[in-house]
């Protein structure tokens, strides 16, 4: 069995003591961010990105991801607990964790979201370690004009996923790619928009710009209300859930598992839209509908499996194929490059130990997350109450410091002002940041194979369609694109993303 | 007739931000041929279709009740963007230590709730963190004071 080799050269490489560390400094902080309101994974691994410049590929990817996944736990405890989501694929939770919470029964509900997210990031392991690898395969036989029409794709259904307006979206991909073309041309070397600053040849800093939009931003934002959060926090009297829940949640979390794996494939899915599919499709089948919102532990159990099976498949098409899906995975992409590994399908044949150690890294993570939750949930609980105040003059130095590090260059930390206040301004104007990283850290792939595939047709557009793959993709991309423009689907996504505010 | 002005403003941004691509692409770049593309086509094409995506904004605005802004923490905005600039202009002579405090104060002054006191206090703190993780566990090769220091 192929599988089991691979499996077990992964956890090699995840068991060495180094990287057992940094997962559970990884799993450690993501928690820490889950609980807190008003710091997501984004702001976290985009500010953590420089330091992990100083670690081993393997260690500092296994912590990135250890971050992502334990927002995903953490985010459940503030749900649960005091009725605001840590972490935006926490707000369903929210809804009738609460008021199990207020009904005496948090501990249970805590419980079955830890275990039921343990449950689902083990199938998760095992779901990316059966699809990653044909994935990668049928990757590496991709011409650059399948690759071109593959990104053309991952762009457009990232963008039909996002929230808000989508001709914003597709404006935010275009000054990303933009913004991703500053810098030396590679095939002729000649200087792109720099403005004659010699700073700017290797392009903008892309931690600058992730800093910029998902930091700086994200405290603005905050800044906006600083009201004293009344916080009512709920006590948790025993953590055992009764035999009747159990079974209640039996079912919840493998539709959940299913779900979540599903979506969290799709480019544009990942935690935050698994998790609402989700409840919806738990409250449709439900006998009992009317016991949504009032505590029903189904409510609980299905979503927090499936956010957490979402955040992990997620890492799919960023491994096999280079291609992030949101946020979070483009700022993997860029730990890779840091790294000076080339993301795509060449990681998994060149760097079998680094692609596999990943993988099995979660599982490890997840035991990890379940035994840091459970027993250690009052401890999360007391972390609320630190104030919003202290914690952004860290933010702010960290990513400073960490930033000025990698290149010595002091255009770094003005660009993270630029983007910040930029960043800030088109959040208010209704453009969300995500579409604009993803065209930034897609921007160079996606121009060199548009060349190299013009260069090799000759200058015929026409390639792109009648070669059999890329003409599929391209297609599928157009279908993808009148959907979400199609009235009823339109109104659809736009209620979806209501409840998502 | 009801214009929304957030989409009229967010059109004209990306409107600007794409004609000035394009302009700088057109008039500093070779554009090459569609078989051998230089410097300039790619970035060129990208601008226009931001123009354009940027235009169709604006039309959409047209018809809608304009939605609120909302506030802007105008002093956060100011010392938060300011800080990394500080932060930059003083690293290499100033030091790590001292550029730490300095971003420190500056950013803890962009909430309305701290105090000089608290504002110390945590500056303090953060300081010795930052030294204790960047310099001394890390290694990182800067300075704790920097030349402007040295008398």
Redesign the interface.
Known sequence: MELFSDLLLGLQTSLQPINIFYCFIGALLGTFIGVLPGIGPSATIAMLLP?TF?LSPDSALIMLAGIYYGAQYGGSTTAILINLPGESAAAVTAIDGYQMARQGRGGPALAIAALGSFFAGTVATFVIALFAPPLTEMALKFGPAEYFSLIVLGLISSVALAHG?I??A??MV??G??LG?IGT?I??G?M??TLGLPELADGVNFVSIAVGVFG?SE??RN????RTREMVIQKITSLMPSRQDIRDSVGPVLRGTAVGSFLGILPGGGATLSSFASYTIERKISKTPHKFGKGAIQGVAGPEAANNAGAQTSFIPMLSLGIPSNAVMALMVGAMILQGIVPGPNVATQRPELFWGLITSMWVGNLMLVLLNLPLVGLWVRLLRI????L???I??????GI??VN?N?????S??IF??LG???I????EPAPLLLGFILGPMF?EQ??RA??L?????SVFVTRPISGVLLLLAVVVLGLIVMPAIKKKREEVFVEDE | MQVNGKDVAAGLIFIAIGTAFCVIAWTTLTMGTSSRMGPGYFPFIAGILVVVLGLFIIISGFGHETTPFGSVPWRGAILISLAPIVFGICIRGLGLGPTIALASMITCFASYKVGFVQALAITAVLTVFCLGVFHYGLGLPIQVFGPWLHV
């Open positions: 330091i100083s307006s001709l914003k597709l404006a275009g000054v790619l933009l073309s041309d095939y002729t000649s792109r928009f700086v405290i603005l800044l906006e209300d600083e104030p919003y105040y202290m952004f003059p860290a702010i130095t960290f990513s400073a410091i000025y590090s010595s002091a255009l770094d930390l003005y993270i002002s910040g206040i800030y301004l088109l208010k104007l209704g453009c121009e548009l060349r013009m260069i047709s000759h200058g015929d557009p």
